[in-house]
């Protein structure tokens, strides 16, 4: 019978004992380090939507202070769009190989929807109303209108979330309308709020069907803003008021209008997205309309009625339903394929 020797375990030496344990040393202080990498990047996200939401909401109570003074919805469109305009000029010439691949319908409902037309038409609404009002109705009926031209021209499902959603958007708007008559405005002026949503949206779907970036659409619009209202703008009314007007005053126009409100917003909402992803960035524009209504109430003392407030409450609410759109489908529509410019 053969003999049968033991197996002897040979014991791991000494230094590859020490190589284990520095090795696993570094693993655990790889992962410590993504953990505070996640951590730090998802905090610079959240401050960068709330950064952009602070602007946009500060947006409407600084125009409001511009048209009730000395300068006109004209003259703050050509503050916002000649000096970004310029700013943007070297980004149009870096990208123009990517720009002119995109349809030119797509590019004229972009300037329009966001471009000087936009800017005209909701500053004037301003002038007309409040700035609390401009905010809520505009940004908060985004939503909907952004939801209708999506069924219509991207073939977007429409899911049970997005419904309640749109339909907490429509009794904000029900609400802040009644507090509009009741504060004795005229009713017609909240037609360019309406207007201005409807074309922000367009502006909106536009830039889903080009797959252009953020910023670089930006600077298309404020380009094509600059090259096609600031002469029409010299030509018709001229810098007489903006010369006229107090230096603070212009000088705080041109800083919020020019450098925040065109440039660093849409920065940190860009950083915000890819910090967080699209879905929860866009949840920081849905906070607009209340935090609009805030500062109107704060810089300009601006007193919502109980029905405008709650009206506002539910835009919020209602917006930031819709920005998850998730939740079980209602009517599912065909996928009509990646569209291309």
Request: net charge positive.
């Amino acid at each position: 019978m053969p003999e049968l020797h033991p197996i002897r375990l040979s014991t791991p030496s000494a230094s590859l004992v020490l190589r284990a344990k520095a090795l696993a040393w570094q693993v655990a202080a790889l992962l410590r380090f993504i953990d505070r990498s996640k951590l730090a990047a998802g905090a610079s996200g959240y401050l960068s939507g709330l950064g952009a939401a602070v602007i946009w909401s500060g947006w409407w109570t600084v125009t409001r202070l511009g048209v009730v003074g000395d300068l006109a919805a004209t003259d703050l469109t050509a503050l916002r769009f000649g000096i970004s305009g310029l700013l943007f000029l070297p980004l149009v010439w870096r990208e123009w190989p990517a720009i002119r691949l995109v349809a030119p319908r797509h590019l004229l409902f972009m300037a329009v929807g966001a471009g000087a037309p936009y800017t005209l038409v909701a500053a004037t609404g301003v002038r007309l109303t409040s700035a609390g009002l401009g905010g809520a109705i505009t940004v908060g009926l985004l939503p909907a209108f952004t939801l209708i031209l999506s069924v219509l021209f991207l073939r977007e499902a429409v899911t049970r979330t997005l419904v309640t959603g749109i339909a907490c958007i429509v009794i904000g708007a029900g609400c802040m309308i009644v507090g509009t008559w009741n504060a004795g405005y005229d009713g017609y002026a909240l037609g360019f709020f309406v207007v201005g949503a409807f074309m922000w949206a367009g502006y909106t779907v536009s830039l889903r069907r080009t797959g252009l970036q953020p910023l670089t659409a930006t600077a298309i619009i404020c380009v094509a803003s600059l090259l096609l209202y600031t002469p029409a703008w010299l030509i018709m009314s001229g810098p007489g008021h903006l010369l006229a007007a107090a230096p603070r005053e212009l000088l705080l126009q041109i800083i919020y209008q020019s450098l925040l409100s065109a440039i660093a917003a849409l920065y940190c909402y860009g950083r915000a997205i890819g910090r967080l992803g699209a879905t929860r960035a866009s949840v920081f524009a849905a906070i607009v309309p209340l935090f609009s209504v805030i500062i109107a109430a704060v810089a300009l003392h601006e007193s919502p009625s109980m029905v405008e407030a709650s009206g506002a409450a539910l835009l919020t609410i209602g917006a930031i339903v819709a920005a998850r759109r998730t939740g079980s489908q209602l009517r599912p529509i065909p996928d009509a394929g990646k569209h291309r410019a």
